[in-house]
């Protein structure tokens, strides 16, 4: 009976205990559910996007303790009661309150687009959703050093030349260098012209010849090849239901918009609109 008081006991306690802090500035902390709640209203439509990114989540939590810190120190100094900023943030709590009234009136069903409209959104779209040609290259890049670039061809052409060490250690271009003189996958439109007439005479893991541009020699590898295709619908199902969704919450927007001012016409004095474009700012008279 004691064991089963004393684990009711911490249970209790930790139902109760204090939200974790997830981050500290001087005295200033936030919570882990504070953190929760921010990221639920602003990845309403855009789910995952800092949690799936450790980097650019703990840099966004940082920016909410300092942007705490300014806080505590703007009302510390009463800015808060000065008329200019009471104003602006008048103007702020309804530009937020008119925001969040537009998403309630375009919230979506989570089970919205249902499988069969997702389909056909996909089959319609097809055309539009071609992945073009694509080229998977790696080079070797020497601006205006023949002989380093004689040295490098010489390398090249040794029996068992390992082209990607010859890139690291050699390629001027340092992005390309540090990943073995890969450059990545590249459409046709996305490649100079002189590289991209060479292609078709490489086979795949072959290199080409020094190609002169106006910044130097590039020595081009064909890596591997992705003939144009139409990716199949799991492959861009988050993608496609992410963008069926905003379109479809866009639409409701206007909708709502549209039939509220032919509900409630706006009405503009011409008159007084131009005494407002003649005239300066308030702040600029004084």
């Known amino acids: 009976m004691k064991s089963l008081l004393t684990l009711f006991a911490l249970t209790a306690g930790f139902l109760h205990a204090e939200p974790s802090v997830l981050g500290k500035i001087g005295e200033i902390e936030i919570t882990s559910d504070e953190v929760r709640e921010i990221l639920s209203g602003l990845q309403a439509g855009n789910p995952g996007t800092l949690t799936e990114d450790p980097a650019a989540l703990g840099q966004y939590v940082r920016k909410l303790l300092v942007q705490r810190l300014i806080l505590r120190k703007a009302v510390e100094e009463k800015l808060d009661q000065d008329p ?147 990716p199949p619908l799991g492959q861009i199902r988050v993608q496609l239901t992410a963008r069926i969704r905003s379109e479809r919450t866009q639409q409701l927007r206007q909708e709502f918009l549209s039939q509220l001012l032919r509900d409630h016409p706006a009405a503009i004095n011409e008159i007084e609109l131009g005494k407002l474009n003649s005239q300066p700012a308030p702040s600029a008279r004084r």
Not at 165 to 183: F, M
Not at 199 to 211: A, C, F, G, V
């Open 84 to 230: 200019a900023v009471i104003t602006t943030l008048v103007r702020a709590r309804e530009a937020a309150l008119t925001e969040a009234y537009l998403q309630a009136r375009a919230t979506l069903p989570t089970g919205y687009p249902s499988e069969a409209e997702l389909i056909a959104a996909y089959d319609s779209a097809k055309e539009k959703l071609l992945v073009p040609k694509s080229y998977h290259l790696a080079q070797i890049y020497i601006a205006n050093d023949k002989a380093k670039l004689d040295a490098t061809l010489k390398q090249l052409k040794a029996k068992g030349a390992d082209f990607a060490a010859i890139a690291k250690a050699t390629s001027e271009e340092p992005a390309s260098a540090a990943k073995n003189g890969e450059i990545g996958w590249l459409t046709a439109e996305q490649i100079q012209p002189e590289i991209r007439e060479k292609l078709p005479k490489l086979t795949l893991n072959t290199h080409s010849e020094p190609i002169s541009l106006k910044d130097g020699w590039h020595i081009i590898k064909l890596l591997d090849v992705r003939e144009a295709h139409t």
